[in-house]
Nanobody, 121 residues
């Protein structure tokens, strides 16, 4: 029913930029908080940035000033603009959302499939 579909990952040189997109589809009543997580090999998954339904944002210290999270509520889509990329940004990036399906009163948590971001010269 509900899906989070990511796009925009790829290979980029240090100092380059990428923009990730996450589109929520299905019968959704509302989307509350959304966020981007990443997981590098051998490391735990970590929160990169989050954004509430009202537009309040938070960033991990390692990306603050370089990454920008945003959302288009009319399109049920979230974005992550990544600038000044470093090799340590290399990871699989996952979209996450707390949302309410039309069929349920309860808010549920969903994950996207992940998209690979590789920063290398």
């Amino acid at each position: 029913q509900v899906q989070l579909v990511e796009s925009g990952g790829g290979l980029v040189q240090p100092g380059g930029s990428l923009r990730l997109s996450c589109a929520a589809s299905g019968r959704i009543f509302s989307i509350n908080a959304m966020g981007w997580y990443r997981q590098a090999p051998g490391k735990q998954r970590e929160l990169v940035a989050s954004i509430t339904d009202g537009g309040t944002t938070n960033y991990a210290g390692s990306v603050k000033g370089r990454f920008t999270i945003s959302r288009d509520n009319a399109k049920n889509t979230m974005y992550l603009q990544m600038n000044s990329l470093k090799s340590e940004d290399t990871a699989v990036y996952y979209c996450n959302a707390d949302l309410q399906p039309i069929s349920s009163w309860a808010r549920q948590n969903y994950w996207g499939q992940g998209t690979q971001v590789t920063v290398s010269s």
